[in-house]
DNA sequence: TAGATTGTTAATCGATTAACAATC
DNA sequence: TAGATTGTTAATCGATTAACAATC
């Protein structure tokens, strides 16, 4: 294990890595190489070796990378080899859909908490979670040393829950509320907008 | 206008400052400074200088740039001073979100198909759309000369239609499968996945 | 063994930052 | 005018690629 500093750039990658793995090994494959690997998810073998070589050496010269080894390195690298709970923060169309999705719990992720303001919605159940006061936000999490949450709440509330949630201790904010926020340098943000990524496409669009 | 190839990377950060630039208008604002912009979005101010000096003067010395005329001119650049149509590929939780979504109109987009394979739900309505069949989609997106999807569909069925919606003509895909996915050059994909988001940031956390 | 593939080095390529003349 | 802020240059910093010895 190296002790320099990993570039967050290759700290991106490893989960998109880690995903085509992880899918390789339900489809019954045991091991790949950095070619086929970089066919799959469209990176250069080059840099797939020399983002994994960061962090030991994982793969066998001739053979190249063992599947399911490579997959618990990764998970470890990454703290995901463990369950993160997770709080939801707007219960609108997005809340929900998140709320219900099935595609966490394998990748280290469990929903904990859903929060609204809205009166007309606190007490109702989505996906098994019965929504509950934002009022009661800050101390919900903190008792609970929640470390992670989503944000779908508009873009004029974002920076107040955001400011909440940080509050509250949170250190990893997924946000798809379509703005940008600030936020201590101790806490990390992710930035979900859909209108946003399309724009980065458009630009090449006739 | 600069006529050089501009970098996919500057290219990502201008629907950032569009954002941002749109709440400011709706704020009242009138002009802005590479400085007070770059606060907002966590950007240096000289980064945000250079990017949009890439493709011509829009600022004033000592005043810096009209939030209106800016506007204008990231638009017209992103291509989004005009509407596109959308069509939405898988109807479950994310895909009903997506198509009630409010935020895409004034951001130039305008979901215009939503497709899905199961026959329960074709007919049915989700926010003012007819789930459609998703056998008719190639035909439905060619005839519509539509350019642009969003695919919330399965990791297993993601690739199948990712092909299929190139060859009905689809040159950008806003992929919600977690899944890589493979298309030809001249086709654009940028990736949502709630747990690789996540996973970037739980690298950080103890 | 012969073939395949890693891990790593050095070279190349690209992006960011700092600084400041120009000028509103 | 004095102060503010752009657009741009040069320097720095960082990331990617190509190549290959090591070795399974």
Do not use: C
């Amino acid at each position: 294990m190296n002790a320099d500093k990993i570039p967050d750039i290759i700290i991106g990658r490893l989960p998109v890595y880690l995903r085509a793995l992880q899918r390789m090994a339900e489809n019954g494959m045991k091991t790949t190489s950095s070619q086929e690997l970089g066919e799959l998810v469209g990176i250069s073998a080059a840099q797939i070796r020399k983002d994994i070589s960061q962090f030991g050496e994982f793969g066998k010269q001739g053979t190249g990378y063992s599947i399911s080894f490579l997959i618990d390195k990764l998970r470890e690298i990454l703290n995901v080899n463990r369950m993160w709970d997770i709080v939801i923060v707007g219960a609108g169309d997005m809340g929900h859909a998140l709320a219900r999705y099935q595609g966490f719990s394998n990748r280290g992720f469990r929903v904990a908490m859903v929060f609204d303001i809205d009166n007309a919605k606190v007490g109702q159940k989505i996906g098994g979670f019965i929504i509950e006061d934002a009022s009661t936000m800050t101390e919900r999490i903190r008792s609970a040393k929640i470390k992670m949450a989503m944000m779908t709440v508009p873009a004029s509330a974002a920076q107040a829950v955001a400011d909440k949630l940080v509050q509250a201790g949170v250190r990893a904010i997924l946000n798809y509320a379509p703005t940008s926020i600030n936020v201590p340098h101790n806490v990390r943000v992710q930035y979900i907008d859909p209108s946003t990524h399309l724009q980065r496409m458009t630009y090449y669009l006739d």
